[in-house]
Every structure is written in C-alpha cells, then in structure tokens.
C-alpha cells in the first residue's frame, strides 16, 4: 500500500510541477502577443489557474504528509519530510503574495486595465519562477525518497 502511495503522490506533484513550468515558459510568449491579447489570456489564466491550483497544492501536501507518515521507518522518510517542507514554503509564497496579486488580475478587463498592470504580471512571474524552483526541488526530493 505504500509504494502505491509514493507513485501517486510522485505522480501528482510532477504533474502539478509540469503545470507551473508550463506557465513559466508561456507567460514571456503572452507578454509579446499584439494588442490586448496577452492581457486576455492572463487574466482568463488567473481565473483558471485561481480556481485549480490551490485544491492541487493542498492536495499535494497532503499526499506527502500521508507518505511521511505512513513511511515514517522506512528508506527515504527524510527527504520526503524535506520535500513537504518545501511544499510548505511554495503554499506560503503562493498564499501570501502570488495568490493576492492573482486576485487582482483576475478583476482586470481590458478595456481598463490598472496603470501599473505591467510591473504587476512582471512582480507574479518572478514570484512564480521562485515558486517553480520550490516545487521542483520537492518533486526531485520525492523521486529521489522512490530509489
């Protein structure tokens, strides 16, 4: 039951860690899209993203709870617990700065943007390309607790 365990909560992070690098390497395409195009699509990805990424995060850290837990005696307990950690601060960063700053692209049309949207998306994406090296690094703890 706990090799189950460690594949699907494996699985999951990966998956959602492939999602956040996917973001990271399609903003800067959004940035340069004409007109307001690429504002569209931001902020049509903070409705969507606002709305899945938090319950996949939470989801995340859970598993790998349920794994220390559960494997708390067995070969690589360190770095899973290690890896939690870093899921830890990845919520943090998203819940205490991405998250709010989400919150406000989400509101924005494009007819009236705020003044300062640019410096905005540029202040969420190095946020989230913090973020994106926390969760990998958890991903890469979680692969390395399977061997």
Same mark, same amino acid.
């Given at each position: 039951m706990l090799n189950a365990l460690e594949i699907v909560t494996t699985v999951i992070v990966g998956v959602m860690v492939g999602v956040e690098f996917s973001v990271l390497l399609n903003n800067p395409i959004l940035n340069v899209l004409p007109g307001d195009m690429g504002l569209r699509a931001r902020v049509q990805g903070a409705r969507v993203g606002g709305a899945v990424m938090p319950a996949w995060y939470?989801?995340? !850290?859970?598993?790998?709870?349920? /794994? *220390?837990?559960?494997?708390?005696?067995?070969?690589?307990?360190?770095?899973?617990? #290690?890896?939690? *950690? !870093?899921?830890?601060?990845?919520?943090?960063?998203?819940? !205490?700065? !991405?998250?709010? $700053? %989400? %919150?406000? $692209?989400?509101? /924005? #049309?494009?007819q009236q943007p705020p003044a300062d949207w640019k410096q905005q998306m540029t202040r969420w994406d190095r946020w989230h390309y913090g973020r994106v090296a926390v969760v990998i690094a958890a991903f890469a703890l979680l692969v390395a607790a399977l061997a």
């Open positions: 939470f989801t995340s !850290l859970a598993l790998v709870v349920v /794994w *220390a837990v559960a494997g708390w005696h067995h070969h690589g307990t360190g770095l899973v617990v #290690t890896s939690g *950690a !870093l899921l830890i601060v990845s919520v943090l960063m998203s819940v !205490l700065v !991405l998250v709010p $700053i %989400n %919150n406000r $692209i989400k509101t /924005w #049309t494009e």
